[in-house]
T-cell receptor
Framework: NAGVTQTPKFQVLKTGQSMTLQCAQD?????MYWYRQDPGMGLRLIYY???????DKGEVPNGYNVSRLNKREFSLRLESAAPSQTSVYFC???????????FGPGTRLTVL | KQEVTQIPAALSVPEGENLVLNCSFT??????LQWFRQDPGKGLTSLLL?????REQTSGRLNASLDKSSGRSTLYIAASQPGDSATYLC????????FGTGTSLTVIP
């Protein structure tokens, strides 16, 4: 099992460009999450999907959209990237909401 | 909003020492608390999950405790090894999930 996979690993964007971060899990988990990690701020929840077909805002959702494509895949879209979105993005999954979370390797995004 | 604090921010100990990492939170209405380790430039690895109804969990040399009423959790690492060097993060689960900023641990051979 690959666990949680994320693509791409690195990305550089110019201000105003758009992109989609991809996340997939092969553990048959129901819940999936997107976080960002910034120095001195810790990880902050952007959006989550408690189960297939549902998505909800986390602590810092502004500037992002998500799609729960199916049970395996949960994507994060930046419609118009801003330098403040420079961060490391992590996807995670858990069997159900409130269970142990398993993380992907992260995507390092730089917005110039 | 839940506030999660981890003190100290950094800790350096000689190999073989037992140590305790601390995590405190402001809202006791939680579902669970999870401890992770993060190596530089890597993702998070789950260490232990404590449900709100539990007081502690153990895995090998690791023991995590939870005191909801006082808003505290500790991670005890026995007989530390250089391979334990990493950043340790705690995450509190309630209506959402909130992370502390971590304790950077260095174990000196």
């Amino acid at each position: 099992n690959a666990g949680v996979t994320q693509t791409p690993k690195f990305q550089v964007l110019k201000t105003g460009q758009s992109m989609t971060l991809q996340c997939a899990q092969d553990m048959n988990h129901n819940s999936m999450y997107w976080y960002r990690q910034d120095p001195g701020m810790g990880l902050r929840l952007i959006y989550y999907s408690a189960s297939e077909g549902t998505t909800d805002k986390g602590e810092v959702p502004n500037g992002y959209n998500v799609s729960r494509l199916n049970k395996r895949e949960f994507s994060l879209r930046l419609e118009s990237a801003a330098p403040s979105q420079t961060s490391v993005y992590f996807c995670a999954s858990s069997p159900m909401w409130g269970n142990e979370q398993f993380f992907g390797p992260g995507t390092r995004l730089t917005v110039l | 909003k839940q506030e999660v604090t981890q003190i100290p921010a950094a800790l350096s100990v000689p190999e073989g020492e037992n140590l305790v990492l601390n995590c405190s939170f402001t809202d006791s209405a939680i579902y669970n608390l999870q401890w992770f380790r993060q190596d530089p430039g890597k993702g998070l690895t789950s260490l232990l999950l404590i449900q709100s109804s539990q007081r502690e969990q153990t895995s090998g040399r690791l023991n995590a405790s939870l005191d909801k009423s006082s808003g505290r959790s500790t991670l005890y690492i026995a007989a530390s090894q250089p391979g334990d060097s990493a950043t340790y993060l705690c995450a509190v689960g309630g209506n959402q999930f909130y992370f502390g900023t971590g304790t950077s641990l260095t174990v000196i051979p």
